[in-house]
């Protein structure tokens, strides 16, 4: 079955240093996958999606990689700030078969000023 | 622009009982999407819709029902609540396909 996998502990950094979530998959070749923020309370916020003929993206301070060979999404965030501080869900387009997008967990992010 | 909207914010039911949850969504979007969110796991769909009078089972689909009358509106029924329901509901809307998802600010549903 597939099955996504992200960081269940939390990640906790210092304002300033590079944060940097990850997300696995196994069982599944997605077309894309995207990359959302939640905060306490909300719905998640969509950030940035990544295909699967794109090793890498970037807008702002995010940065996305995509390795379909080992099956893994790497999230950066560089010059973090506390207020980057959310949960951060990742998201496999399972497209085959049906029109379904699959959501991992998520990592709570905590970043110290 | 309100975006997609959810109502209501929060609800109990006592096991048994019904009601419908309301997503409305202002941007034309023709995809729209019912999850329900759980502690330690992931958004699991649903139920789904591609377009006004369309709709389809997405993962988890038992004991739930919907519709899509008007193409700005997602109603998610649950016609006789079990404590299992228990769950924060979130609607999202799309363009076209299940990238970008619009999400809206989520109803919290107890079930005793």
């Known amino acids: 079955s597939q099955k996504i996998e992200q960081n269940s502990e939390a990640l906790n950094i210092q304002e300033g240093k590079t944060a940097t979530l990850t997300c696995n998959y196994t069982?599944?070749?997605?077309?894309?996958l995207q990359w959302y923020r939640q905060d306490p309370g909300r719905g998640p916020v969509f950030l940035l999606l990544?295909?699967?003929?794109?090793k890498e993206k970037r807008k702002e301070r995010l940065k996305v990689t995509f390795d379909t060979t080992l099956k893994q999404s790497l999230f950066h965030i560089t010059a973090s700030q506390p207020a980057d501080s959310a949960t951060y869900l990742c998201a496999l387009d399972i497209g085959t078969g049906g029109f379904k997008t699959i959501f991992g967990a998520g990592t709570r992010l905590f970043v110290k000023a | 622009n309100a975006g997609v909207t959810q109502t209501p914010k929060f609800r109990v039911l006592k096991t048994g009982q019904s009601m419908t949850l309301l997503c409305a969504q202002d941007m034309n979007h023709e995809y729209m999407y019912w999850y329900r969110q759980d502690p330690g796991m992931g958004l699991r769909l649903i139920h789904y819709?591609?377009?006004?009078?369309?709709?389809a089972k997405g993962e988890v689909p038992d004991g739930y029902n919907v519709s899509r009358l008007k193409k700005q509106n997602f109603l998610l029924g649950l016609e006789s609540a079990a404590p299992s329901q228990t769950s924060v509901y979130f609607c999202?809307?799309?363009?076209?396909?299940?990238?970008?998802?619009?999400f809206g600010p989520g109803t919290r549903l107890l079930v005793l």
């Open positions: 819709s591609v377009g006004e009078g369309t709709t």
């Open positions: 069982n599944y070749s997605p077309a894309y």
């Open positions: 999202a809307s799309s363009y076209q396909g299940p990238e970008t998802q619009y």
């Open positions: 990544i295909r699967e003929n794109e």
